[in-house]
Each structure stands twice: as structure tokens, then as C-alpha cells.
């Protein structure tokens, strides 16, 4: 008998074990990246089961709209999105909810994917969602809308492409940062999230699965996205591969926003304003200068919007200044050249109207520095520029130029947790350990 109870005991402490270590290997980032490209290759082979590939992610669509995207692995009947807001000033009760039909693109045949625009929400400062068909339905998720005044917590973060382990590696020190109860009220994402745009195992492995492993708050915390040179295709024709980015989709009209968000062959512009907290964020498409962007820009710039907010902040893509890049492809195929009119054109408008801060993403890894607005005039006042491009694509370690104007460089992978409350901004650069390699605050 005690010959039966101790192997019995000792089968327990096995399975236990071998448990224990399947977990443990399931929480490497390396592991994690793996199996999720052993997934899509199953995909590929045809070997998939109908589910619910990509939870919903959820993008600020402008002050009072959002956009969601989701996609299954086989199209679904009947889907749509249902809606509803409580915690209205002067109105505690729930909100009616509101069920709108999803928009439906076919990708392939495995890929199916959907998208809604929420909204308008009004003042409300709770919006509840889920999505649901005959068959599938969703968790229901909540985004936090703060006021003025409120403290507004939002993680920044660029280029993640092309280095899903190390994003992972990223991912889990913001979880450690926020802490398992807490969320950013919004992610500002400042391009590359993937490395093609035209394969659907980068979208999966680079940027969605990476997200639904490491945090999930991309259900909860609208993401605001600057787009990058590897978001987006930026062809004009009627299978171009714009799968997952056109969450901007008529944001800059004042109607149509009802109107199918998917047009085949149109170039979906990014380019737009939003605010955070107390602070007016202008969203600009480094990709694609146009007259039609300067227009907006200069128009922005001047508004009462933004001259009036406490704080004034750019986010584009490629900075007006890189020192770190590849020196073969900067000195002799002419990439030093590359999106100038950053620095030219836009960044002398920056300066006389005001900016306080420039997020920017493209060179891999950290820098930040504060100058005089204009040099010759000592009481123009400050602005800060900050590149953020370490979240988990290959660094870039190798100075080609020296503008003399950063404060701090560090050469590894990071996040930044930006705070805006009321007359405070509060700006905390940590790498992925969660070391503090950099912070600055801005009183008004």
C-alpha cells in the first residue's frame, strides 16, 4: 500500500512539475514568439480552426469617436458592435446601448476582419463595448475618458518591428510599472509596429499577438498612432495593402463618419489633432508630405485649440533631428536626405508657434533634449524633442551626426510613461527592466 501511495505521490509531483515548467516556458518571450509563429504557419498550411484571431484593439477616432478593429479566422454572420456609456455628469444611470453593424473586409481566406466607429460619447466618462455575432462574442472592455483636470496617464512607445522578443521583454516592464489593477488611459504609439505591412504573419507576430500576450490594453487604452515608413502602404491602388490602417478614415470630415471605412485604392490620410488630459496632441504622417498636411499643420498650429492648451505636443513619426543610423545607408544611399522637409519646413513652424514637445519614433533607441525656441532671443521660451524608437526592433548604435542638442542618450530598449495633470506634465523614460533612464516635468 505504501508502495502504491508513494508512486502516487510521486506521478503528482511529476505532473505538477512538468506543469510548472510548461508554464514558466510559456512566459518566455522567446517561447511566446515562437509559438506564435508556429500558429501562422499553421494557418498557412490550412490548418485552422474558426475563432477569433485578433481581439478588438481600439483607436482615438478625433475627441468623441473611436475606432475598433477586430478578425476571425472565418467569416462570421451578423457581427456587430454594441455600445454604451454611463457616468454622464449630472446622469449616474447607464447610457441606452447602441448595436452598429461592423464594416466587413476579406482579406484571405483565413483573415476576416471587421471594424466600427463608436461614438459620439459625448461628456460620458466611462464607454463600455463588446462585439458580438450569432455564434462569437467578446469579453466586454472599458475605456476611461479623463477631463482637463484629471491626472491622464499615456504609454509611449515606437518601433517595434521586426523584434517581437524583445517588444514582449518591453511589454512585460510596463506591466510591472502600471501594476496588474491599472491601465494607460491611452497608448501613443509613434510608428513602425511591424516591418511589412504586407505580410499578415507581421501584423500577427509583431504587433497584435505581442499585445494580447504582454498586456491587453489594447482593448482598454485608445491608441493614438503616428504612422511609421513600415506601417502603411502607401500605393493608390486598389489591393494595396492598407489591412489594418485606416482607423483615420474620415476623421477630418465633419460628416460621412457612418460611411464604409474600407475604400479599396483610397490613401487613408493620418494626419489629425486629438487631446490628452490637458494636453493638444497634433498627429502628423511623415510618410506623405502633401500641401494638403502643411495646410492642416500651419491651421492647427494657430488654432485656438491648441494655443490655448496648457500643453502643446507634436508627434510624427521621423525626428527633425537623428544622429544614430546605419552610416552606409545615411552617407551613401542618401537616407541623411530622407523626409527633410521634417526639419525644414515643419520644424520652424513648431518653433514660432509654440510646441513644447516633439515625440518622435525612427532612430532605435533613446534620446531627449530641451533648447530655446529661437536662439537669438533668449525669452522665446523652450521645447523639448524626444526620441523614443526602443520598443523592440534591432538598435541603432552608430552616431552619423552631432546637432549638439541632446541632453540624454541611451542606446537600449524602452517605454516612456507620459502623465498630463491639469498645469503638470510629468515624462518618465524607463528600459525594459524598469530602471529610470530618463525624466522631465513641465509646470505651467
Not at 441606452?96 to 466618462?125: C, E, N, W
Not at 511591424?194 to 499577438?209: A, I, T, Y
Not at 486629438?274 to 497634433?282: D, E, H, K, P
Not at 544611399?333 to 527633410?340: I, N, S, V
Request: glycine letters at 6%; charged letters at 20%.
Amino acid at each position: 500500500m505504501r508502495f502504491y501511495f508513494r508512486r502516487w505521490l510521486l506521478l503528482v509531483a511529476v505532473q505538477i512539475l512538468v506543469m510548472c515548467t510548461l508554464y514558466l516556458m510559456l512566459q518566455d518571450s522567446q517561447v511566446q514568439t515562437l509559438l506564435s509563429m508556429l500558429l501562422g504557419w499553421l494557418d498557412g498550411q490550412g490548418f485552422y480552426v474558426c475563432k477569433i484571431r485578433k481581439l478588438p484593439m481600439v483607436y482615438e477616432h478625433g475627441h468623441e469617436h473611436y475606432y475598433v478593429v477586430w478578425e476571425t479566422s472565418c467569416p462570421a454572420n451578423g457581427y456587430s458592435l454594441e455600445w454604451w456609456t454611463d457616468d454622464v455628469p449630472g446622469n449616474r444611470s447607464s447610457t441606452s446601448h447602441h448595436f452598429v453593424k461592423a464594416q466587413y473586409k476579406m482579406i484571405d481566406k483565413s483573415h476576416h476582419r471587421y471594424s466600427v466607429i463608436i461614438g459620439p460619447v459625448g461628456l460620458a466618462t466611462k464607454v463600455h463595448y463588446r462585439t458580438t455575432s450569432h455564434s462569437k462574442a467578446t469579453a466586454q472592455y472599458s475605456i476611461t475618458r479623463r477631463n482637463e483636470t484629471e491626472l491622464t496617464r499615456v504609454l509611449v512607445i515606437a518601433d517595434n518591428q521586426n523584434g517581437p522578443a524583445e517588444f514582449r521583454k518591453v511589454l512585460s516592464g510596463i506591466r510591472k510599472h502600471y501594476g496588474s489593477n491599472n491601465v494607460p488611459d491611452a497608448i501613443l504609439h509613434v510608428g513602425d509596429g511591424l516591418q511589412d505591412p504586407r505580410k499578415l504573419s507581421d501584423w500577427q507576430n509583431q504587433l497584435f499577438s505581442p499585445l494580447e500576450d504582454g498586456s491587453g490594453y489594447q482593448h482598454r487604452s485608445p491608441t493614438v498612432f503616428a504612422p511609421g515608413n513600415h506601417d502603411h502602404d502607401k500605393a493608390r491602388t486598389p489591393n494595396n495593402a492598407n489591412l489594418y490602417t485606416d482607423m483615420y478614415h474620415g476623421i477630418l470630415m465633419t460628416d460621412g463618419l457612418g460611411d464604409p471605412v474600407v475604400v479599396n485604392g483610397t490613401y487613408h490620410r493620418f494626419f489629425h489633432t486629438t487631446s490628452l488630459g490637458s494636453a493638444r496632441v497634433i498627429v502628423l504622417d511623415s510618410e506623405c508630405p502633401s500641401a494638403e498636411q502643411s495646410e492642416f499643420l500651419e491651421r492647427e498650429l494657430q488654432s485656438e485649440a491648441f494655443q490655448s492648451a496648457r500643453f502643446r505636443i507634436v508627434a510624427v513619426h521621423i525626428p527633425p533631428y537623428i544622429e544614430f543610423w546605419n552610416p552606409y545607408t545615411w552617407n551613401e544611399r542618401g537616407e541623411k536626405h530622407w523626409r527633410e522637409h521634417i526639419r525644414l519646413e515643419y520644424d520652424p513652424l513648431f518653433r514660432r508657434h509654440n510646441v513644447d514637445l516633439v515625440i518622435s519614433g525612427h532612430q532605435h533607441n533613446y534620446q531627449r533634449g530641451t533648447v530655446q525656441r529661437d536662439p537669438q532671443l533668449p525669452d522665446s521660451g523652450s521645447i523639448t524633442y524626444a526620441i523614443v524608437g526602443g520598443a523592440g526592433g534591432e538598435l541603432d548604435l552608430e552616431r552619423v551626426e552631432n546637432w549638439k542638442m541632446y541632453n540624454v542618450t541611451y542606446l537600449d530598449h524602452h517605454f516612456v510613461s507620459l502623465e498630463v495633470e491639469n498645469r503638470q506634465l510629468r515624462w518618465l523614460a524607463k528600459n525594459k527592466a524598469g530602471t529610470v533612464i530618463d525624466q522631465f516635468n513641465i509646470v505651467r
